[in-house]
Nanobody, 126 residues
Framework: QVQLVESGGGLVQAGGSLRLSCAAS????????MSWFRQAPGAEREFIAA????????FYADALKDRFTISKDNAKNMLYLQMNSLKSEDTAVYYC???????????????????WGQGTQVTVSS
């Protein structure tokens, strides 16, 4: 089992930056992949980025890789998402997710993930 708790959301002006955090607990020493997703009202849950918890390999959604950066601190069991040059269309609930994974494939579909946090709201005002 992996427990995830996001924080760091809020209201930010367009062009600003925000860093989201996700505290992980439980079986984080195993082969897992940690990811960030977001979901805007009326939209499907969208993949942002993923990172291998042990090996650190990273994968991004093409549309977001220039502005968003995923990182982790294994010693603190923390996952981060740095978001820069924010736009109104970035407004969404942001989730961290974990997948038990020993393969080399990065999964971008939300249904492939086993554990989810409760989400944190990010609102970008224009």
């Amino acid at each position: 089992q992996v427990q995830l708790v996001e924080s760091g959301g809020g209201l930010v002006q367009a062009g600003g930056s925000l860093r989201l955090s996700c505290a992980a607990s439980g079986h984080t020493s195993s082969n897992i992949t940690m990811s960030w997703f977001r979901q805007a009202p009326g939209a499907e849950r969208e993949f942002i980025a993923a990172i291998r918890w042990i090996r650190g390999k990273i994968f991004y959604a093409d549309a977001l890789k220039d502005r968003f950066t995923i990182s982790k601190d294994n010693a603190k069991n923390m996952l981060y998402l740095q978001m820069n040059s924010l736009k109104s269309e970035d407004t969404a609930v942001y989730y961290c997710a974990a997948r038990k994974d020993s393969s080399e494939i990065f999964y971008v579909s939300a249904k492939e993930y086993d554990y989810w946090g409760q989400g944190t709201q990010v609102t970008v005002s224009s």
